[in-house]
């Protein structure tokens, strides 16, 4: 065992009380695990009231055919009439547990102690972008439960069996998940077997693609297509090869920036100095190593494609780097003790950050519940057609202008202006003929373009839309103009 330099005054009484009593550090760490714990209660009784999900999640769609070819989630596919059923809190409830699983199994491979594992575990249940993912609860339920499982399997089989098989099962629910595996072998692991998991690591990714291509193709004819929002920019010369290098540069320091801006730089600056500091005392440069290449992994999987990379899919970029300065074996309890603090400092300000998150989509989507219900008193059986129509810039105007005057905001989270957004509210009020206009663009959308230019007739004094019928099975759904007349909140502008 090495020393440890201790740099605090023994003076103090907390430190020298905390240094000499094994008794002191583990009521420590049983009060941040069950404050931690009362976060995670919280924020999921945060989510109990939401009963609307995304658009695109299983619940409104009635196949699965469409996602499989542009994101090749074959387990989703197969799993798709059981998935739809799984209620979305329960299916947050079991995505959590897979966090927590995951995120114990990682520090108790490597530290041995099953307080400080599960402290960890709880940690990063408060990732802020974990709720932006679970907007889609029953869609990757599946990638967070083999995530928890996969900390469980690593215990089990070999190093050679277990990363093509964990990538073929992650692709087919959320191939991001793949890039924290290498974490579960931080057990003993030095630079020679660190190369060997690298080693493995990237050659069974490419191997879960081509595996994963091979299953989409034997199901509808063709390899997975990558959707065009995402912008791909493929490799076919140094020219394209510089350009998707220059794009991953561009997301991973703009992404990390705003990362550390939420999370208060103070703080941030405060992890990562103890972070190196600590990795040198107690010789830990390996972990720091294998959590940053973890987290980089994200961003660097996409070199070949050039895609954009959305912030809600970072939660291997926080877990990586939580470890990366966060995970440490202790053998000082003055450290423990510093190591501790920044812990419960880190957890809670990710916990406040992940319930804004929730109060923002719920106070968005209950708002819409209610001005629905009293604009849209039809029973949908005698509705032919509703139209839902949104020019984007009036529509963003209005929107920000609600969040502004709520005192709320999505930080990781795409907004509700577009009005596609708005149809998971409609089907839930047994809604079914749409025509989404957006820009007064789509499907028969030019029939509503002289009745859309009436829309100042229907002008409500409040609220965020209004609607009306244009004949007797036709009806619009459209911004109110009469929200926007009052000026935004000055103080409150971005």
């Known amino acids: 065992m090495h020393s440890d330099v201790v740099f605090v005054n023994k003076g103090f009484g907390i430190f020298e009380a905390f240094e000499g009593s094994a008794t002191f550090r583990r009521n420590v760490e049983l009060i941040i695990a069950s404050l931690l714990f009362l976060m995670l209660v919280f924020t999921l009784c945060n989510y109990w009231p939401i009963d609307i999900w995304r658009q ?19 387990i989703n596919y197969f799993l798709f009439d059981c998935l739809r059923l799984v209620p979305g809190q329960v299916a947050i409830w079991l995505s959590y547990l897979g966090v927590v699983t995951f995120g114990y199994g990682v520090a108790y491979n490597y530290t041995g102690e099953h307080r400080f594992s599960l402290i960890f575990g709880l940690l990063i249940c408060q990732i802020p972008v974990i709720p932006v993912q679970l907007q889609w609860p029953e869609t990757l339920v599946s990638g967070f439960l083999l995530l928890g499982f996969a900390s469980l399997l690593a215990r089990f089989i070999s190093i050679y069996v277990f990363f093509p098989l964990m990538a073929v099962l992650l692709f087919g629910t959320f191939s991001v998940f793949y890039f924290v595996l290498p974490l579960l072998f931080l057990k003993d692991l030095d630079y020679k077997r660190a190369v060997l998991v690298f080693f493995l690591w990237i050659l069974a990714f490419c191997f879960g693609y081509l595996i994963t291509n091979l299953i989409v193709w034997q199901l509808t004819g063709n390899s997975i297509q990558v959707a065009e929002w995402r912008n791909p920019n493929y490799i076919t010369d140094l020219a394209s090869l510089a350009e998707n290098l220059q794009r991953i540069y561009l997301a991973m320091s703009s992404q990390l920036l705003r990362i550390s801006l939420v999370l208060i730089s103070v703080l941030v600056i405060a992890v990562i100095s103890w972070g190196i500091y600590s990795s040198i005392v107690l010789r830990s440069q390996i972990v720091m190593l294998l959590g940053a290449f973890c987290a980089s992994g994200v961003y660097l999987s996409t070199l070949p494609l050039g895609i954009y990379i959305q912030e809600r899919t970072l939660t291997p970029v926080f877990i990586g780097l939580i470890s990366a300065f966060l995970l440490r074996k202790y053998s000082s309890n003055y450290m423990a003790l510093i190591g501790l603090s920044l812990i419960f400092l880190l957890g809670l300000r990710m916990s406040v950050l992940t319930n804004n998150g929730i109060d923002w989509y719920r106070a968005n989507t209950e708002s819409m519940k209610e001005e629905f219900s009293q604009l849209l008193p039809y029973d949908p059986k005698t509705v032919q057609r509703l ?27 795409e907004g ?11 089907k839930n009020m047994g809604f079914k003929d749409f025509r989404v206009c957006t820009n007064l663009e789509g499907w028969d959308c030019d029939y509503i373009k002289p009745f859309y230019e009436k829309r100042f007739s229907y002008e409500l004094p409040s609220g965020i839309f209004t609607a009306w019928k244009i004949n007797d099975h036709d009806v619009i759904l459209t911004i109110n103009p009469g929200f926007l007349k009052s000026p935004l909140p000055e103080k409150l502008l971005p």
């Open 56 to 74: 695109d999640s299983m619940y409104y769609v009635d196949s699965y055919a469409d996602k499989l070819s542009e994101e090749g989630r074959w």
């Open 387 to 413: 139209f839902v129509v949104a020019e984007m810039s009036e529509s963003q105007k209005v929107f920000l202008k609600f969040n502004l005057e709520h005192g709320i905001r999505g930080r990781f989270s």
């Open 416 to 426: 509700f202006a577009p009005p596609m957004y708005w149809l998971p509210v409609l």
